[in-house]
């Protein structure tokens, strides 16, 4: 649809966000209908745009050829086509999580329902899915996996649909992370380290905790801090390798043993490095024969 707007000369996507938000599609399907009056196109402007109707009037100059036009339009039906499926599918996933056995408490299910009662007073995203699927998530697992910063309902979903809800097949976390391809490499010869990377590995659960990795840098909870640290270390790459192996074994944590995920903020991490940075001084100057004397405030 972009496409078609630009060879008709119509930079729509320069004053508006999203030309499949609310504005975009109204100016769109007014423009399939025959109308090409930028004046009047204009007044389908959304009350939450932030250009006024003079800056979309002045992008809606231009020329209205009919080969376009019939490009545009072929594009808008491709574009409702697809919508249509993609809500199947939402449909068909909600029916499918409703199969599903319940592994959570009562009491913790009437918690969820008040919660997302009060949800339910903010509009529902373009993305996200037309139900609950946070509280469908905890009903099945037990646990609320999007308590984890950046962890949302889309990754939650994406996670127990490849891995399950039996944690027995992993005899440990460090099991776990390894069949992830998560774990440094172990490349030795001669009794000497040739590689720490880490395997290759096409598994959608890496791929979607290194995502969420990626977005907590400048996160103010403690994994964000942790992340700026191995950034500044190791770089980028195996900064964001390091923290998703940490977001895969607290993950088969809550899932194997039932535990809810507590934030502790970035003081209490940046509190718990500084005292492990003074105990491995105090140790070093030990062995050296010395002792480390706090500097008088």
């Not at 009350?47 to 036009?69: M, T």
């Not at 640290?229 to 977001?247: D, E, N, V």
Request: proline residues 3%; aromatic residues 8%.
């Amino acid at each position: 649809m972009q496409k078609a707007l630009t060879q008709m000369n119509l930079h729509l996507h320069n004053v508006i966000s999203d030309i499949t938000g609310v504005t975009g599609m109204a100016i769109i399907r007014n423009i399939i209908a025959g109308i090409t009056d930028p004046e009047v196109l204009a007044t389908y402007r959304d009350e939450r745009c932030r250009n006024p109707e003079e800056v979309i009037k002045a992008s809606l100059v231009g020329n209205y050829r009919e080969e376009h036009l019939f490009s545009l339009k072929q594009a808008l039906e491709l574009y409702d086509f697809y919508a249509q499926k993609i809500a199947d599918c939402d449909q068909q996933i909600q029916r499918e999580a409703n199969k599903l056995e319940t592994k959570c408490d009562p009491e913790k299910i009437n918690k969820i329902k008040k919660n997302s009662k009060t949800r339910r007073a903010k509009k529902t995203q373009k993305h996200e899915y037309p139900f609950d699927l946070t509280k469908e998530l905890t009903r099945v697992t037990g646990v609320d996996l999007t308590k984890i910063p950046s962890i949302g309902a889309s990754t939650a979903l994406t996670i127990v649909s490849e891995i399950g809800m039996d944690m027995s097949r992993w005899r440990s976390a460090k099991h776990f992370t390894s069949w992830l391809g998560l774990c440094p490499g172990n490349k030795v010869s001669g009794g000497k380290k040739l590689s720490g990377k880490t395997k290759p590995c096409a598994n959608r659960v890496s791929v979607a905790l290194r995502i969420a990795a990626n977005t907590l840098y400048r996160s103010e909870c403690a994994f964000g801090a942790f992340l700026r640290r191995m950034k500044g270390r190791l770089g980028s790459p195996k900064a964001i390798t390091a923290l998703a192996h940490k977001l895969a074994k607290l993950i088969y944590i809550m899932l194997k043993y039932g535990s809810e995920y507590v934030e502790k903020g970035v003081e209490f991490y940046e509190d718990k490095y500084r005292k492990r940075r003074e105990n491995s001084l105090r140790k070093k100057a030990k062995e050296l024969g010395y002792d480390l004397v706090p500097k008088a405030a």
